[in-house]
């Protein structure tokens, strides 16, 4: 049986960042895979190999702009102020489902 870590750092990656290049990993195996298929049911040698470069540049791009977008979140989230809590760890009074409001819910004469 394994210990479980302790700290945050030593814990699993972000899970968006986890998805992302679990994204990028089965787009590369897609890139070797769809090709030998290809040859396997008939396709010429040359549109497997046309075929395996536009995934292969599909897959660049789409990585490019994951990275983007996850440094733009993780700059987002450095940037986010953190509301401090209340002294007793409850939401503000604004934020109470039950808080009192300017209209009324009994009918009118």
């Known amino acids: 049986m394994s210990a479980r870590p302790s700290t945050p750092s030593a814990r699993a990656p972000h899970p968006s960042s986890e998805s992302a290049s679990d994204v990028v990993r089965w787009a590369a195996f897609s890139c070797f895979l769809v090709p ?3 040859v396997v049911y008939g396709t010429s040698v040359g549109g497997a190999a046309a075929a395996a470069l ?3 540049a599909v897959t660049a791009a789409c990585r490019i702009l994951l990275r983007h977008s996850e440094r733009n979140a993780a700059r987002a989230r450095a940037e986010s102020p953190v509301p ?4 007793r760890g409850r939401p503000t009074a604004g934020a109470h489902r039950g808080a009192r409001h ?8």
């Open 36 to 38: 030998v298929v290809l």
């Open 54 to 56: 536009g995934l292969a």
């Open 84 to 87: 401090a809590p209340s002294r």
């Open 102 to 109: 300017s209209g009324g819910c009994a009918p009118e004469d």
